[in-house]
Nanobody, 113 residues
Framework: VRLVESGGGSVQPGGSLRLSCATS????????MRWYRQPPGEERQWVAS??????????NVTPTVTGRFTISRDNDKGVLYLDMINLKPEDTAVYSC?????WGKGTLVTVSS
């Protein structure tokens, strides 16, 4: 199983980013997927989830990002996305994707003026 995140970077408050998680080694279409983040000096936090294709690809996000972050998936490509708008300094973190017990190494998002 391989999960590889990309798309992180440095942006100013109010900016946008799209994170991607390229996957391989498992049946992506049948797997629920999640995004987590770990801010500097803090514990890892759940950010967003999306169920598998058979379960309607239902999504859920943590309240602090509601209306700003959107999780989605491309089952044909095996890629998970996190679209982030109106970014705030408190969104600064390493963002990682997860399925079952597997994790990517993460991609750093820094929001600063």
């Amino acid at each position: 199983v391989r999960l590889v995140e990309s798309g992180g970077g440095s942006v100013q408050p109010g900016g946008s980013l799209r994170l991607s998680c390229a996957t391989s080694g498992f049946d992506f279409r049948k797997s629920g997927m999640r995004w987590y983040r770990q801010p500097p000096g803090e514990e890892r936090q759940w950010v967003a989830s999306i169920t598998d294709a058979d379960d309607g690809e239902a999504t859920n996000v943590t309240p602090t990002v509601t209306g700003r972050f959107t999780i989605s998936r491309d089952n044909d490509k095996g890629v998970l996305y996190l679209d982030m708008i109106n970014l705030k300094p408190e969104d600064t973190a390493v963002y990682s994707c997860n399925t079952q017990t597997y994790w990517g190494k993460g991609t750093l998002v820094t929001v600063s003026s």
